[in-house]
């Protein structure tokens, strides 16, 4: 693999030029397989078995996880693992796909797996590490790799607490100084980037509600409990009493996705089911959310005299960049891209589980943009319809390998 144009970094370093012709090509065939063969989370065997191929052709040692599914690589160690030496900057990469149709009828890769889609981009995510991986470890056989690289591909982001947990837990951390990430973004032109420092996405836990009661008839609601009118309750009453508890600024928010109760119109029901999810920007206030949330579910649920079991599932923390690898990123991006590459980004209300790895080394996300520039229909994340630009891949990569020469030049 020839490495094409150079370019010269702040102080007089060269920063190898990246992606020539072939590999780009081969890069878009892979995530094109990726995206017509989508795996849910703890089932991405198939995933993990491309990745693992491709990476022992290029000379690599690759280890999949005890838990089954993903991997790690290290790249510039004496071994085939960490051995004390200078920390690693791991690249990580999320490999799941999502519960839901691919609607793209016109697409010729579209999924071939009925009710299963690469809908959030984990499979550009995954082949940018994959290719950063190949550039970084043909300028390592250069001696052109200054510091040691990790790359990490993790299961099951969708499933909520996260693979992330998993993966440390394997040890995946152990060497790492740093660690950083992309996150598809189809608000953002392909060619840039969004950064931010401090919180970046939001805390995400899941609810969920069985209310009971004696049931009865609809004629006399006097005599029992009006379950379907106590959910109901439930549903309006508890967003708006959290939120008289918690500080406005902690934008923490309750979303119902599934309610259910009764079969017949004259019988008020023994049984009502909610779920949701619980959303919060700030850190503090996630951690005191469920106490807080299921305290005033039973107290709208006793008003109304019905029972209540409560599973509050914790999810994740925010993302929160840490200002070092952000500006580690930006340099990186610039060093490529220049200057108008890079863009300011909001903290999203969503969930990642990259927030997880950041509880034990400094850290950042990018939002990779993935829009074609002038295009004014935004396909969003989560929907079957979702695609994108796929030159965002030769900026992933580029932006990667940037991030882990600088790093060594730091």
Not at 20 to 36: K, N, Q, T, V, Y
Not at 336 to 341: A, F, I, L
Not at 349 to 363: A, I, K, N, R, T
Request: aromatic letters at 4%; proline letters at 7%; a negative charge.
């Amino acid at each position: 693999m020839s490495l094409e144009s150079e370019v010269v970094l702040p102080g007089g370093a060269v920063l190898p030029g990246v992606l020539p012709g072939a590999l780009r090509a081969e890069l878009i065939a892979f995530r094109r397989d990726l995206h017509m063969h989508p795996e849910l989370g703890n089932q991405e065997f198939r995933t993990t078995a491309a990745i693992k191929e491709r990476l022992e052709k290029a000379g690599l040692k690759p280890r999949v996880l005890s838990v089954g599914t993903g991997l790690v690589c290290d790249i510039g160690v004496a071994g085939e693992q960490w051995d004390g030496g200078p920390s690693m900057l791991a690249l990580r990469a999320d490999i799941d796909g999502l519960p839901i149709p691919d609607t793209k009828s016109e697409c010729p890769y579209r999924s071939t797996v009925p009710d299963r889609a690469h809908a959030c981009g984990h499979d550009v995510h995954t082949t940018v590490v994959l290719g950063a991986g190949l550039v970084l470890a043909e300028l390592h056989k250069q001696g052109l790799l200054p510091r040691p690289v990790r790359l990490i591909f993790q299961p099951a982001e969708e499933v909520l607490p996260g693979g992330a947990a998993d993966v440390i837990g394997c040890g995946a951390l152990e060497g790492v100084g740093a660690i950083v990430a992309v996150h598809c973004d189809p608000r953002v032109d392909a060619g840039k980037i969004g950064l931010r420092e401090g919180p970046i996405t939001s805390a995400c836990d899941r609810l969920e509600i069985a209310l009971a009661g004696p049931g009865g008839h609809t004629a006399r609601p006097h005599l029992t409990t009006d379950l379907v009118t106590a959910a109901a309750r439930v549903v309006t009453d508890v967003p708006a009493l959290v939120g008289r508890r918690f500080d406005s600024r902690s934008g923490l928010a309750i979303t119902w996705g599934r309610v259910e109760s009764g079969h017949a119109p004259n019988v008020i029901p023994q049984h009502a089911e909610l779920s949701g999810t619980v959303r919060c920007l700030d850190i503090e206030a996630w951690r005191t959310a469920p106490d807080v949330v299921v305290a005033a579910i039973d107290e709208v649920a006793n008003l109304h005299r019905a029972k209540s079991e409560i599973n509050y599932v914790r999810g994740v923390p925010p993302v929160v960049n840490e200002p070092g690898v952000t500006e580690l990123l930006r340099d990186a991006m610039i060093a490529r891209r220049g200057v108008e590459s890079v863009e300011g980004t909001e903290q999203s209300l969503g969930g990642e589980d990259f927030s997880w790895y950041l509880q034990h080394v400094p850290g950042a996300m990018a939002r990779l943009g993935v829009r074609t520039p002038g295009e004014r229909h935004v396909r969003d994340l989560h929907q079957g319809d979702f695609d994108v630009d796929e030159s965002a891949i030769t900026v992933g990569v580029e932006l990667f390998t940037a991030a882990a020469l600088v790093n060594g030049l730091r």
